[in-house]
């Protein structure tokens, strides 16, 4: 019955994103202004969610909301799934993400993420990317966007150890502003190159923002073990509440 459900979500998930063909045009024939392409993107990633929900009957909750900061911040997530991408979009209004150039090849997707714009980098291009980074970063946060990257370059396995590439510490340095934690555990529900989606509740912390200014190794050590610390956390409160559901099954 999971596996129907998730087929279906999948159907729904192209069906609803090749709604936004039109949109897309009649954006295009207004100039693609940024404004307007970020709102669209932001009513895409909500259907997306809402189907995540009444679909596949798995949903979300917030986590330590209080600790986003105030004005420009960095955002460092780890990643496990495809849906911290798609909700980030929700979570942080106006957010510039630092993606993969790859997906500007895909179809409707691809155009929402130039015109938005994203931080489109080429991970093979070694320090032209960190630069590219810098320079866009600066920029975004210059229009009052945070800025959110994947440190750990890839989607990880639950379970895997955090861990972060080297270029977010120069990252964090260049753009001069508090880094927000976030710790997601999608990957327990929407696992790395798993297209079966199982029912739940995924978790979403913001953890206690890090200070600019910081020596940036340490500063990412900071973020990195803070992360790690609250995914083992929900590890072991979700064993004992799944441990309770078998014994009443």
């Given at each position: 019955m999971?596996?129907?459900?998730s087929l279906?979500f999948?159907?729904?998930?192209a069906?609803w994103?090749?709604t936004?063909?039109?949109?897309?045009?009649?954006?295009w024939?207004?100039?693609?202004?940024?404004?307007?392409?970020?709102?669209?993107?932001?009513?895409?990633a909500?259907?997306?969610?809402?189907?995540?929900?009444?679909?596949?009957?798995?949903?979300?909750v917030?986590r330590?909301r209080?600790?986003?900061?105030?004005?420009?911040?960095?955002v460092?997530?780890?990643?496990?799934?495809?849906?911290e991408?798609?909700?980030?979009?929700?979570l942080?209004?106006?957010?510039a993400?630092?993606?993969?150039?790859?997906?500007?090849s895909?179809?409707?997707?691809?155009?929402?993420?130039?015109?938005?714009?994203m931080?489109?980098?080429?991970?093979e291009s070694?320090?032209k990317a960190?630069?590219?980074m810098?320079?866009?970063?600066?920029?975004?946060?210059s229009?009052?966007?945070?800025?959110?990257?994947?440190?750990?370059?890839?989607?990880a396995a639950?379970?895997a150890?955090?861990?972060?590439k080297r270029g977010?510490?120069?990252?964090?340095?260049?753009?001069?502003?508090?880094?927000?934690?976030?710790?997601?555990n999608?990957?327990?529900?929407w696992?790395?190159?798993?297209?079966n989606?199982?029912?739940?509740?995924?978790?979403v912390s913001?953890l206690?923002?890090i200070?600019a200014g910081?020596?940036?190794q340490?500063a990412?050590?900071?973020?990195?073990?803070?992360?790690?610390?609250?995914?083992d956390?929900?590890?072991?409160?979700?064993?004992p509440?799944?441990?309770?559901?078998?014994?009443?099954?």
């Amino acid at each position: 019955m999971q596996r129907l459900r998730s087929l279906l979500f999948t159907a729904s998930f192209a069906l609803w994103t090749a709604t936004f063909a039109p949109a897309l045009l009649f954006i295009w024939l207004l100039g693609s202004p940024e404004r307007w392409v970020r709102a669209c993107s932001r009513v895409w990633a909500r259907g997306v969610i809402f189907a995540l929900k009444w679909v596949v009957g798995l949903s979300y909750v917030e986590r330590g909301r209080e600790n986003v900061p105030a004005g420009r911040y960095l955002v460092v997530a780890n990643h496990q799934s495809t849906f911290e991408t798609i909700a980030s979009l929700v979570l942080f209004r106006d957010v510039a993400i630092v993606t993969k150039q790859e997906l500007l090849s895909v179809p409707i997707f691809g155009w929402f993420l130039r015109h938005s714009p994203m931080i489109l980098i080429d991970r093979e291009s070694g320090s032209k990317a960190i630069r590219k980074m810098i320079e866009e970063g600066l920029a975004a946060l210059s229009k009052g966007r945070p800025v959110l990257i994947f440190p750990e370059g890839t989607r990880a396995a639950p379970g895997a150890p955090v861990e972060f590439k080297r270029g977010v510490e120069l990252l964090y340095a260049k753009l001069d502003c508090p880094v927000l934690p976030v710790a997601v555990n999608s990957g327990e529900f929407w696992g790395l190159g798993k297209q079966n989606r199982r029912a739940g509740t995924m978790t979403v912390s913001f953890l206690p923002a890090i200070p600019a200014g910081m020596p940036p190794q340490a500063a990412m050590k900071s973020a990195e073990q803070a992360i790690q610390s609250e995914l083992d956390r929900i590890g072991r409160v979700a064993k004992p509440i799944e441990a309770s559901h078998r014994a009443h099954a």
